[in-house]
């Protein structure tokens, strides 16, 4: 793909002393535990020592990111962000308002299509799919599937990670439950979701209670619905106490994604180029994977055995995650409006 807009292997170099002319990259939401950031950051400066990274607030959210370029257009000093990494519908309405700058990387071709925007003002990152963490103290058989959920041997057991009504993770589960009961990603996954929950519910499987690392060691939600980085974290963190098994689905194999972008505003447009190329390089890339979120490239980069056998192997399986469906963002919004919408009157669970 010739585009003015992606580097070359030959322009590297020029990008990089650039870069090191700014002398700053600003970030802002990057929390070091989130996704392993911690590491991806300090890898950066390792390679690049003569840039500072100025990391501000690490716990804001998407919207405040997009505020703060706002707030900051015109402003070269240190409180407006170069970089932004928001989920997924905030990189569209970032374009519309104008607050992004188209950027290609080097990597692009191996982004795929369903999470980027063709323009290159935003491209996914990495991504989580839905996975049942399972404490092995209590559940004898693992559930392998969506369907194994509503088998009597689950009484008592299941729980989604928030509120269905509220919860972004808990309202997408239910578009990949119904999804594997045949639903078309959208309102009528949601549908089926909704009528697939209903059943769980009155099967007695269902637990309304918000599953988390702690209420799945006490046995209060003994297989609990969440992304499979929050739930591999879980398991590192419990350490055996209980065993955990951490499962992907056979299908309604569904995956969320955040996005970066560099601001249309950045004082360090060069470094803030220089960071994506680092994001989407191999060692960026498996630096994320470490932090148990699958980076965009994580296909290719399997498929050109490119990935560190012990990262491999402190995941579940790569063909489990073949299947990931990207739902779009009109998918989402439908699938969003009929579960919060429809929750109360089809399953009558009040999660909390």
Partial sequence: MATTSMVQAQDMA???AAAR????????????????????????????????????????GSADELEAVRANKGNTGPQAPDVLDVGLSFGPQAKEEGLLQP????????????????????????????????NKDLIDTTPEDWSDLLKPEYAGSVALAGDPRASNQAILAVL???????????????????????KMNEAGNFVPVIGKAGTLAQGATPITIMWDYNALAARD????????????????????????????????????KLWMEYLYSDEGQSLWLKGYCHPARFNAMAAA???????????????SYEAAYFPTLDEQAGNKEAVVGGWDAVVGANVQ
């Fill in 14 to 16: 020029a990008l990089e």
């Fill in 21 to 60: 002319e700014e002398g700053m990259l600003t970030t802002i939401a990057l929390p070091h535990s989130w996704c392993g950031y911690g590491d991806v950051i300090a890898g950066f400066k390792a390679k690049y020592p003569e840039i500072e990274v100025n990391e501000l607030n690490p716990d804001a």
């Fill in 103 to 134: 950027y290609k990387v080097s990597t692009w071709d191996e982004i795929p299509d369903a999470v980027k925007d063709e323009e290159g003002y935003w491209y996914g990152d990495y991504y989580g799919v839905m996975s049942f963490m399972v």
């Fill in 176 to 198: 990949a439950a119904g999804m594997a009961e045949g639903g078309a990603a959208g309102k009528d996954a949601g549908a089926k979701g909704l009528e697939f929950f209903k």
């Fill in 237 to 272: 963190t419990l350490n055996g106490n209980p065993p955990v098994d951490v499962v992907v689905p056979k299908s309604g194999v569904l995956a969320g994604v955040y996005v970066q972008g560099i601001s249309a505003h950045a004082p360090h447009p060069n470094a803030a």
């Fill in 305 to 319: 055995d490119k990935i560190p056998a012990e990262l491999l192997e402190a995941l579940p399986p790569a063909e």
